[in-house]
C-alpha cells in the first residue's frame, strides 16, 4: 500500500485557501461599496455595455448642466423683458395722462420720468447672467448700450440724440412755415408749395366744403396745391381743410372755417364783402394755421423723426449743415462724428441664433437676443424723444408742442401690428425653455433605465454578497481547520 505524504495536500490546502481568502476579501469590498468590483475586468462579459452605459449617463449630465446655465441665463433676461414691457406701460400711461405744464428746465414732469425710465431700460439691456451679457449678441464680454448721459449729450465730438433732435428741428421747421411757400397767384386763389427735400411739412390734400371753391393738387415735384375761391363768395360755416404729412410719418389738419363774426376766433377767416376780400382773410388765416402747425405739433414729429433715425439709422443720417434750417439733404453720420448707441455685436441674422446650446443629441435651442431688435429701438426711441425734447420757457406754441409729442408717444408705444414687441422675444425664450424642459424629462427617464442596468452589471446586493461570504467564510474556517490537522498528522498516528 502506498501512503502518500501530507506535504502535497497541505500545499494544495494553502492554495485553496489563499483562494477563499482572495473570495473573503472581494466579497467584503462588495459589501462595504455596493459595486461587484472596483475594475472594468473584473465585471465580466458585461463590461463594454457598462462603459456605454456610463458614457450615456456622463452624456446626459452633461446636457443636464448645460440646461441649468441656459435656464439661468433666460430667467435674468425674462425678468428684464418683463420690467422693460412695464416701463414701455407706464411711460405710455404718463402720455396719455399727465399734465402739460412745463417746469423751469423747460420739459413736463412727465419727461422728467421719461428721463428716469430711459436710463432704466438702458441699464436692463446691460443685464449679464454671470460674466455674459445677454443682449449684445454673440459679442457676449462687451455691454450693449451706451449710458444713458452719453447718448442724450453725445461724447466729445460724437453727436448724442439731443443735438440730432436740435438740428432736425431747425430743418423741418425752416423760417417758421415748416419749409412751406404760401402764394396768391390771383386775388381770388391760394398755392402752398412744400419744399424739394426730405424736410418740413408735405402736402396731403385741401378739400373744401363749399361747391363753388376749385382745389387741384397736390401735383408735381416738389409738390404744389391751389385752391380758388372763384367769383362766389363762401357762406358761414363752410371749411376748407388742408392735410399734411409730418417727418414721423403722422397727419395733421389746418381746418379753416368761414364766418361772419367778427374778430373771428382760432381756426377761423372772416367773410369779406366779395371772394377777393375772404381769400384775403382766408390767406391771413391760413399763414397762421401753418406757422401754428410749424412751431407746434410739427417740433414733436421732427424729435420723434430724429431719434428714430438715432436708434434705427446705421449709419445714422444726420442733416446736412449748417445751415441746417435751409438744408435739403442728409449726410450718413460717422463713427467720428455721430454716436452709437448700440455697442454689442451687429449681424443681419437672426439674434436668437446668437446665443444657442446642444441640450440633447441632435437637438439645440436658440436663446440669444441684441438690443438693437425691433422691439427694443421702437420703445427707445419713443421714451428718449419724450426725454430729449425741450421747449423755451414762455413760447406761445409750447403747449402745442408738448400735446403733440404725448400724442405720439401715446400712439407709438401701443401694440404695432405686424412689428415686433418684447412680448414676442418673451415668447422666443419661453420656446427654448419648454424645449429644454422636455429634453430634461427625456433624459431623466432614460438617466433612471441606464442606471438600474448599470447597476445590474456592477452592483451587487447585500443579501446576496452576505449569503455569498458566509459560504466563502465558512469553506475558509474548514479549511483552516483541515490543514492544522494534517499539520499535525505523523506516521506514528497515522499507521
Known amino acids: 500500500m502506498t501512503v502518500s505524504g501530507v506535504g502535497f495536500r497541505t500545499s494544495f490546502l494553502s492554495t485553496r485557501i489563499l483562494d477563499l481568502q482572495s473570495q473573503f476579501d472581494d466579497l467584503q469590498a462588495q459589501l462595504a461599496t455596493g459595486k461587484k468590483s472596483d475594475n472594468y475586468a473584473g465585471m465580466g462579459v458585461n463590461r463594454g455595455f457598462a462603459i456605454a452605459l456610463r458614457a450615456q449617463i456622463s452624456s446626459i449630465d452633461s446636457f443636464a448642466d448645460t440646461m441649468t446655465n441656459v435656464t439661468t441665463r433666460i430667467n435674468v433676461a425674462n425678468a428684464a423683458l418683463t420690467r422693460i414691457s412695464t416701463i414701455g406701460t407706464t411711460v405710455q400711461g404718463a402720455a396719455t395722462s399727465s399734465s402739460t405744464q412745463i417746469t423751469s428746465?423747460?420739459?413736463?414732469?412727465?419727461q422728467a420720468q421719461a428721463r428716469s425710465s430711459l436710463d432704466e431700460m438702458l441699464n436692463l439691456l446691460n443685464s449679464r447672467s454671470g460674466d455674459r451679457y445677454l443682449f449684445s449678441g454673440r459679442a457676449t464680454d462687451t455691454a450693449a448700450v451706451a449710458s444713458t448721459d452719453d447718448i442724450m449729450n453725445g461724447v466729445g465730438a460724437q453727436a448724442g440724440l439731443k443735438q440730432l433732435i436740435n438740428e432736425r428741428k431747425q430743418a423741418d421747421v425752416g423760417t417758421g412755415t415748416g419749409r412751406l411757400t404760401q402764394a396768391t397767384p390771383t386775388p381770388t386763389s391760394i398755392s402752398l408749395t412744400e419744399d424739394a427735400g426730405p424736410f418740413g411739412l408735405k402736402l396731403a390734400s385741401v378739400t373744401s366744403s363749399a361747391g363753388s371753391v376749385t382745389v387741384s393738387g397736390p401735383t408735381g415735384s416738389p409738390a404744389t396745391e391751389s385752391i380758388d375761391l372763384g367769383a362766389t363768395n363762401l357762406n358761414n360755416g363752410d371749411t376748407i381743410t388742408f392735410a399734411f404729412k409730418l417727418p414721423d410719418g403722422s397727419s395733421e389738419n389746418v381746418q379753416l372755417t368761414a364766418t361772419t363774426t367778427a374778430p373771428p376766433q382760432t381756426g377761423q377767416f372772416l367773410i369779406g364783402a366779395n371772394s377777393t376780400a375772404t381769400a384775403a382773410n382766408l390767406n391771413a388765416a391760413l399763414t397762421t394755421g401753418v406757422s401754428n402747425l410749424a412751431n407746434g405739433a410739427l417740433v414733436a414729429a421732427s424729435a420723434m423723426k430724429a431719434s428714430s433715425e438715432f436708434f434705427s439709422g446705421n449709419p445714422v443720417p444726420r442733416v446736412t449743415g449748417p445751415s441746417f434750417a435751409t438744408a435739403t439733404t442728409q449726410t450718413p453720420g460717422t463713427s467720428a462724428n455721430t454716436l452709437s448707441w448700440y455697442t454689442g455685436e451687429t449681424g443681419t441674422d437672426s439674434a436668437r441664433g446668437t446665443a444657442t446650446a446642444r441640450i440633447d443629441d441632435g437637438i439645440s435651442v436658440q436663446y440669444g437676443a441684441?438690443?438693437?431688435?425691433?422691439?427694443?429701438?421702437?420703445?427707445?426711441?419713443?421714451?428718449?424723444?419724450?426725454?430729449?425734447?425741450?421747449?423755451?420757457?414762455?413760447?406761445?406754441?409750447?403747449?402745442?408742442?408738448?400735446?403733440?409729442l404725448y400724442q405720439r408717444v401715446s400712439t407709438k408705444l401701443l401694440p404695432q401690428t405686424g412689428q415686433q414687441s418684447v412680448q414676442d422675444i418673451a415668447a422666443d425664450l419661453a420656446g427654448a425653455q419648454v424645449s429644454m424642459k422636455s429634453a430634461g424629462d427625456r433624459q431623466a427617464q432614460t438617466k433612471n433605465t441606464a442606471q438600474t442596468m448599470l447597476q445590474s452589471i456592477e452592483g451587487v446586493t447585500d443579501a446576496e454578497v452576505s449569503a455569498k461570504l458566509l459560504a466563502v467564510q465558512n469553506s475558509l474556517n474548514a479549511s483552516y481547520q483541515t490543514t492544522a490537522m494534517l499539520y499535525q498528522t505523523t506516521l506514528l498516528k497515522y499507521l
Open 105 to 110: 428746465n423747460g420739459q413736463t414732469i412727465a
Open 370 to 404: 441684441r438690443a438693437n431688435e425691433q422691439a427694443f429701438t421702437n420703445q427707445l426711441q419713443t421714451i428718449a424723444a419724450m426725454a430729449a425734447m425741450s421747449t423755451v420757457t414762455g413760447d406761445p406754441n409750447a403747449n402745442a408742442q408738448i400735446t403733440g
